[in-house]
């Protein structure tokens, strides 16, 4: 069966709804078959026409691989850039960026409740380069220009941040980077590109963690940066290919699946953690609930401004660290485990698990802090969950 070019020609998606390009960007129909879902190129090399004559532009899966750029493609349509680029894990698109702008003698401002990954990698790694960082409150702009060196090159923002659930104002990091002839990088993994678009608030780097609300059912790693920048872009494809920490192809597979369903999984994502949060700010045992859809979040107002809705995380402070473990332990529909963003729910007790590798630094957590990711489970199961635990 053969399709004309009509059939056959990439459409441009671009002006389409988030669910539209979620969906169809960088999945074409196949040329030659018709399937309507990309394959799994489970292959290493390809064959060359000739010396140097390549097919679509394919030698090396380390270099390019077509389950690869669609996922790629997909991510770029969704963050609103021009290059997106797929990575085994976060942390590899951490790495990659990083390698890629920075130089000895740089210096990057950082928050100062980073997640513990990327300040283990910037603390321990990094620093070893001649590299050199300022953990600041981001919320603070005051504090981020007096944080900034003439040689700042890196603004890293996370918003929300991990644990902590904190909200800064991207547009205003951009005009103190872009100030400063720096770069503002977000990491965008809890808000997800549905419910807020960095680059169109100008941010000149997106990183995803795609292990998590991107790939969404816990069962692949994965991890992306998005660029809006032609020259950047041509940077992070010659380091990306370079250091070679590239998504395989079934793993490509699997998120771009998972991309496909993001916006129906955010929305029960953000109505579960809604519910939760509001009981659990009604509970005794509870001193405080961090979460930015209640309107006594300081970055309330602010999120509401620049997200869509508030997330599937929310955070919550008890008694003390032994009350907070033994919370954790008690859940059964809630389970006890690291990462987030899948359909089922999880519960972490930071300072133990996730964020370890901050115990005293300045970007430590409290001891007494839980926190959930809020699954699509049914919310009263989740609550009732949670009731048992406190009680």
Known sequence: MTYDDATTAPHDWSSTGFSTRAIHAGSEPDATTGAVVPPIYQVSTYKQDGVGGLRGGYEYSRSANPTRDALQECLA?????????????????????LRTVLAPGDHIVMPDDAYGGTFRLVDQVVTRWGVEYTPADLTDLAAVRQAVRAETTLIWCETPTNPLL??????????????????????????????????????????????KY?????????????????????????????????????????????????????????????????YLDSHPAVRQVIYPGLVDHPGHELAAKQMKRFGGMVSFRVTDEPTALAVCDRTTVFTLAESLGGIESLIEHPGRMTHASVAGSALEVPGDLVRLSVGIEDADDLIADLERALG
């Open 77 to 97: 349509a969704l963050e609103g850039g021009t290059a997106g680029f797929a990575f085994a894990s976060g942390l590899a698109a951490e790495d990659t960026l």
């Open 166 to 211: 904190a909200v800064a104002d991207i547009a205003a990091l951009a005009d103190i980077a872009h100030q400063a002839g720096a770069l503002l990088v977000v990491d965008n993994t809890f808000a997800t590109p549905y419910l807020q678009q960095p680059l169109a608030l100008g941010a000149d780097v997106v990183v995803h963690s795609t292990t």
């Open 214 to 278: 991107c790939g969404g059912h816990s069962d692949v790693v994965g991890g992306a940066l998005v660029v809006d920048d032609a020259g950047l872009a041509e940077r992070i494809t010659f380091h990306q290919n370079a250091l070679g920490a590239v998504a395989g192809p079934f793993d490509a597979w699997l998120t771009l699946r998972g991309l496909k369903t993001l916006a129906v999984r955010m929305d029960r994502h953000c109505d579960n953690a809604e519910r939760v949060s509001m």
